[in-house]
């Protein structure tokens, strides 16, 4: 889910059958770690943030950075050149790695945190390419899978002249909606610090029952569950279902991370910025929950006190991915330090960093081309970018 700067989302019809995919009446494929057909895609597992200590005996140690496990899409972001025009009058489109979890990871290893990705992608060039975009921003890929009967997502985005977006999907079914529980890597998920995920992957079978596996195998490991509803409510059959279906896991997170649009949606049409509104959203077992407000910053709820940050003020560009790096933002601190949600003003501290990641985001086109690295975002922060 994106910050914004201004205006509110648009959402456009979601595009069917486009040619080449592949009908749910037709069988699914179970898909292996690597292509079967095709030469295995460079992966390797590299983990940025590792701190060396010397021990006694001279020999360097190695230790990892507490990792978060982000589950969910991976796909292909066409961005329009030009902002301001509609899909079919834009002149070209810019090919960008996207999708909210794998935004995320990639987030948070440009930031000097652990992470890993976990999702399907098709057997497909554009599958490669997301597993090469993974390797070579040193996120663990392996709980990524590869299905040789369903293409990657693609998503076309238009960009309004104030950055805002609109969205049409080609997805049905795409490889993310395919990952069956037993595919699952299990062992990834219960080592991991915090464990990141949507709701778009609850939207169909059989990856809604994957995503409840995996996020009850996090739960039963002592895992910090972190949850952005990401709402695109053209890909579910019905506003209804929607809103049923992003409730149907909400009380199992420990962090939420919501937006104005998203408070309006889940409670009707009730008013976004009424303290007494969001706090309907605040279950008992949530350790923190957040709600962003584009260039606006953000506000922060917990049992024992809530407030406001103010965000760095910047020219949008693009707005796609920036809600993923302020994601990325939070998580990398939470990550070292859950006890940061028992210290306001550290809080604080870590939500001014994240908001930095969101709005230096949008000055780019594109989600993973534009995830700053946390010297760019330290430097922007001494130095606020006008």
Request: hydrophobic share 40%; net charge negative.
């Amino acid at each position: 889910m994106a910050l914004h700067c201004g205006g509110s989302f648009t959402f456009t019809s979601v595009v069917t059958n486009p040619p080449g995919s592949v009908k749910f009446s037709q069988p699914i494929v179970k898909a292996s770690v690597f292509p079967s057909t095709h030469s295995p895609p460079n992966v390797r597992l590299n983990f940025k943030g590792k701190t060396k200590a010397i021990p006694e005996n001279g020999s360097p140690e190695t230790k990892e950075s507490p990792l978060v496990v982000c589950f969910g899409e991976m796909l292909i972001d066409f961005v329009p050149t030009v902002s301001g025009l509609s899909l079919a009058d834009a002149p070209a489109f810019k090919k960008a790695p996207g999708g909210a979890p794998a935004n995320v990871a990639v987030g948070i290893s440009r930031l000097g945190g652990s992470s890993a990705f976990i999702g399907k992608v098709g057997e497909d060039e554009f599958g490669y390419m997301l597993a090469d975009i993974l390797k070579e921003n040193n996120v663990n890929s392996q709980g990524m899978r590869f299905d040789p009967g369903a293409r990657t997502a693609l998503a076309f985005v238009t960009l309004r002249s104030d950055g805002e977006r609109e969205f049409m999907f080609y997805r049905n079914p795409s490889a993310d909606m395919l990952l069956q529980e037993d595919e699952l890597d299990l062992d990834l998920i219960t080592k991991a610090k915090i464990f990141h995920y949507g709701s778009i992957s609850l939207i169909t079978e059989p990856c809604k029952s994957a995503h409840i596996a995996a996020a009850k195998a996090a739960k039963e490991a002592g895992v910090f569950l972190s949850y952005d509803p990401n709402l695109r409510l053209p890909l579910w059959p019905s506003a209804d279902s929607a809103r049923e279906g992003i409730l149907s896991i909400w009380e199992t997170a420990d962090i939420i991370k919501i937006s104005e649009e998203e408070i309006s949606f889940l409670t009707n049409g009730e008013d976004p910025y009424d303290d007494a509104v969001v706090r309907k959203l605040f279950h008992p077992n949530l350790k923190l929950l957040l709600v962003t407000e584009g260039a606006e910053g953000c506000r922060y709820y917990t049992k024992e006190f809530s407030g406001r940050v103010t965000g760095m003020k910047v020219d949008a560009v693009d707005t796609t991915g920036a809600g993923d790096a302020f994601v990325a933002g939070i998580l990398s601190q939470l990550a070292t330090d859950l006890s940061l949600l028992q210290k306001e003003e550290q809080l604080r501290e870590s939500l001014r960093f994240a908001n930095a990641c969101g709005a230096l985001t949008v000055t780019e086109r594109g989600a993973i081309p534009a995830l700053p690295t946390k010297e760019t975002v330290l430097n922007a922060l001494l130095k606020p970018v006008s």
